[in-house]
């Protein structure tokens, strides 16, 4: 909501529209606040634009050493056993945050390339997030929803409904998003939106990888942590569990038969 709004006020108090978009900066939002502010406060808020600039890069960088890790461990990757190894002194995979930085920072260089190639990099975040974060909601909605557990918190009767209204949204702006702002005439090989191969390029090498090798070997994500989901209703130690709750795997204490508990 907050960012609609911000896009009303852009919208009604930019001053010159072709100014911004055609400003030497690079930056559009940088003109247009250049534009409405004082010269103070508009470096006050692009000082603080850079700064969540950067959090939000830590973030991403966070979830994809994560997403690292997780390849790692399931054999992927090549060195896959080096980048999955778990530092000793911090319990946490130091190898895939080292290696996937790297990678990071190597694509950063593709700015000195010039603006077509940095432009076809940056150009596939949204899509790449929308795609990753409506695989789970797709298959919550059409393909398994008989078997979902929800979690302790969920949306109840508003879950199957609102998962719908998420695959129409993302169903609309993913092909949105591979348009190219200009056509005709205008449009060249600098202006040009190269998402559609930059994202769907290794998505389809990656489609064609999984039905020549990988599903004759890769049989799903490796579980590191001891855990059974249990069925209707089950005790262990006395304590009962509700559907779809998942409880600790103890070995000392008893033995998973079937999904059921048998105390020693």
């Given at each position: 909501?907050?960012g609609?709004?911000?896009?009303?006020?852009?919208a009604?108090?930019?001053?010159?529209?072709s100014?911004?978009l055609?400003?030497?900066?690079?930056q559009?939002?940088?003109?247009?606040?250049?534009?409405?502010?004082?010269q103070?406060?508009?470096?006050?808020?692009?000082?603080?634009?850079?700064?969540?600039g950067?959090?939000?890069?830590?973030g991403?960088?966070?979830?994809?050493?994560r997403?690292t890790?997780?390849?790692?461990?399931?054999?992927?990757?090549p060195?896959?056993k080096?980048?999955?190894?778990?530092?000793?002194?911090t319990r946490?995979?130091?190898n895939?945050?080292?290696?996937?930085?790297s990678?990071?920072?190597l694509?950063?260089?593709?700015?000195?390339?010039?603006s077509?190639?940095?432009?076809?990099?940056?150009?596939?975040g949204?899509?790449a997030?929308?795609?990753?974060?409506?695989i789970?909601?797709?298959?919550?909605?059409?393909?398994?929803?008989?078997r979902?557990?929800?979690?302790?918190?969920?949306?109840?009767?508003?879950?199957?409904?609102?998962?719908?209204v998420?695959l129409?949204?993302?169903?609309?702006?993913?092909?949105v998003?591979?348009?190219?702002?200009?056509?005709?005439?205008?449009?060249?090989v600098?202006?040009?939106?190269?998402?559609?191969?930059?994202?769907g390029?290794?998505?389809?090498?990656?489609?064609?990888?999984?039905?020549?090798?990988?599903?004759?070997w890769?049989?799903?994500?490796?579980?590191?942590?001891e855990?059974?989901r249990?069925?209707?209703?089950?005790?262990?130690e006395?304590?009962?569990?509700?559907?779809?709750e998942?409880l600790?795997?103890a070995?000392?204490?008893?033995?998973?038969?079937?999904?059921?508990?048998?105390?020693?």
């Amino acid at each position: 909501m907050f960012g609609w709004f911000l896009s009303l006020v852009t919208a009604y108090t930019v001053v010159d529209i072709s100014t911004v978009l055609g400003s030497g900066l690079g930056q559009p939002f940088a003109a247009f606040v250049q534009q409405v502010l004082p010269q103070k406060i508009a470096l006050a808020v692009l000082s603080l634009t850079i700064i969540a600039g950067f959090s939000m890069g830590q973030g991403c960088m966070i979830a994809a050493s994560r997403v690292t890790f997780a390849y790692a461990r399931d054999d992927v990757f090549p060195f896959s056993k080096f980048i999955a190894t778990i530092n000793q002194r911090t319990r946490t995979p130091v190898n895939a945050v080292i290696v996937n930085c790297s990678v990071g920072c190597l694509l950063l260089l593709l700015i000195f390339g010039g603006s077509l190639a940095a432009g076809a990099l940056f150009s596939i975040g949204a899509i790449a997030a929308f795609v990753s974060f409506t695989i789970p909601i797709f298959i919550r909605v059409l393909v398994a929803p008989e078997r979902f557990h929800p979690g302790p918190w969920h949306l109840g009767k508003f879950s199957l409904p609102i998962g719908i209204v998420g695959l129409v949204f993302v169903a609309l702006m993913v092909p949105v998003m591979c348009l190219p702002a200009v056509t005709g005439d205008d449009l060249t090989v600098q202006t040009m939106n190269w998402t559609i191969c930059v994202y769907g390029g290794p998505m389809t090498m990656v489609m064609i990888w999984w039905a020549v090798s990988a599903r004759t070997w890769f049989k799903g994500p490796k579980v590191n942590v001891e855990h059974v989901r249990v069925g209707d209703m089950v005790a262990i130690e006395g304590v009962e569990a509700g559907k779809g709750e998942i409880l600790e795997r103890a070995p000392s204490k008893g033995n998973l038969v079937d999904g059921m508990v048998e105390n020693e």
